[in-house]
């Protein structure tokens, strides 16, 4: 009967959101400007005004001034291309569409490298 229940539950709330999260946003390109390999953590710029933040969760290991392309405005787990490496990559992002001194608040402080992004001008 438990089991029966969080069945019941995994598919009335996990779902709907991970099918929401790989629907919402349009294609985008972006390139990783930041990266802290301590923490999975890297920032794409979108376009001159935005920033997206992803965790890494698998795929080739993203690099500074790689390319990326997808669903990069948007919450969620999914995968987006590494153009750079021709392959794609798995990311959780939920938060996205800030500017640079916004984003300065949203990397987590676990990351050894923070301070690097806070010296990047944008």
Do not use: H
Not at 77 to 94: A, D, Q
Not at 95 to 101: E, I, Q, V
């Amino acid at each position: 009967m438990l089991r029966r229940i969080a069945l019941l539950l995994s598919l009335l709330f996990v779902n709907p959101l991970f099918a929401q999260s790989q629907n919402e946003g349009p294609e985008q390109t972006g390139e990783l400007i930041w990266r802290d390999p301590s923490c999975f953590f890297f920032v794409l710029k979108i376009d001159d005004e935005n920033y997206s933040l992803f965790e890494f969760l698998g795929g080739p290991s993203p690099t500074v001034g790689s390319v990326f392309e997808g669903k990069l405005s948007s919450f969620g787990t999914r995968k987006i291309v590494n153009k750079t490496e021709g392959k794609p990559t798995m990311v959780y992002s939920e938060t996205f569409g800030l500017p640079k001194a916004k984003m300065d608040r949203r990397i987590p402080r676990q990351c050894k490298r923070k301070k690097e992004f806070e010296a990047i001008s944008g």
